[in-house]
């Protein structure tokens, strides 16, 4: 998962993105509602209930083509990450639509409730990869995840990220009993590091693994635009026409 290059702050042309974000727990039923009157200037706030649990968790990546002939699949190149914590719904959408405007992603795999709808309204059904959290969806990013990192295709970059070293020191994984043999992982709730006594989430965690919805999709090799000068059979005729 070290890879070697560095993280960045900016877009570089040429390049392909994608955004991976995990959203934070909130009141998913009254999202839309709370959004809207936010707009209107009628809410205080709209910070989750919970700000303490976890953050909406961002994370960037360049996706590297240059595996596609050997393995099949592109390898996703980690260049940034942000996080929101305990912020308003209509803040951190905003903030997402300025960083899309930004980096103009090709995907953005997201939650399909909350800030994944407007998201989703916002920049198109072509864009916007959502994502429903089930146990059978879970246990498939758990096990799609641990594949492509043995097969090298998830990198860091350099120095590799102390919050996801974290996350994944205490993440804890079951299989559970049935022909279907679901994953169950992540980091348990009250889990609490011993060095600083703060909680550890695993939002970090969880937007790595959303690299598998990216495997789903087709992506090929750019080559090079070549022009070319068809044949005029009429220009090699004698006149005789």
């Known amino acids: 998962m070290r890879g070697c290059h560095s993280a960045r702050t900016e877009p570089e042309p040429g390049k392909t993105y994608a955004f991976l974000i995990d959203v934070a727990e ?29 953050s909406t968790s961002l994370k960037i990546v ?58 989703d309204n916002a920049c198109g059904e072509k864009v916007v990869l959502p994502v429903k959290f089930t146990a059978k969806l879970k246990s498939e990013l758990g096990y799609g995840f641990i594949g ?9 970059y350099a120095p590799f990220p102390d919050s996801l070293r974290v996350q994944m020191d205490w993440c804890r994984s079951e ?14 709730d009250g889990t609490r590091d011993p060095a600083s006594r703060e909680l550890v989430h695993d939002d970090d965690l969880v937007t790595s693994a959303l690299c598998v919805m990216l495997d789903g999709l087709e992506w090929f090799t750019r080559l090079p635009t070549v022009w070319t000068t068809p044949r005029d059979p009429l220009r090699e005729m004698d006149g005789s026409f």
């Not at 839309?32 to 205080?44: I, N």
């Not at 299989?175 to 348990?188: K, T």
Request: hydrophobic letters at 40%; glycine letters at 10%.
């Open 175 to 188: 299989i559970v009993a049935g022909p279907a043999m679901l994953m169950r992982w992540g980091v348990p």
């Open 26 to 54: 909130q009141d998913e039923a009254n999202q839309g509602q709370a959004y809207e009157e936010e707009r209107l200037g009628k809410a205080q706030s709209l910070s989750r209930k919970n700000p303490g649990r976890d």
């Open 148 to 156: 492509m990192i043995e097969s090298g295709r998830y990198r860091e």
């Open 62 to 119: 360049e996706i590297d083509r240059s595996t596609l002939a050997l393995l099949g699949k592109p390898t996703y190149l980690v260049i940034h990450r942000q996080e929101w914590t305990g912020e308003k719904l209509v803040q951190v959408f905003g903030a997402l639509q300025a960083l899309v405007q930004t980096w103009k992603p090709s995907r953005i795999v997201i939650d399909a409730t909350g800030v994944g709808e407007l998201l």
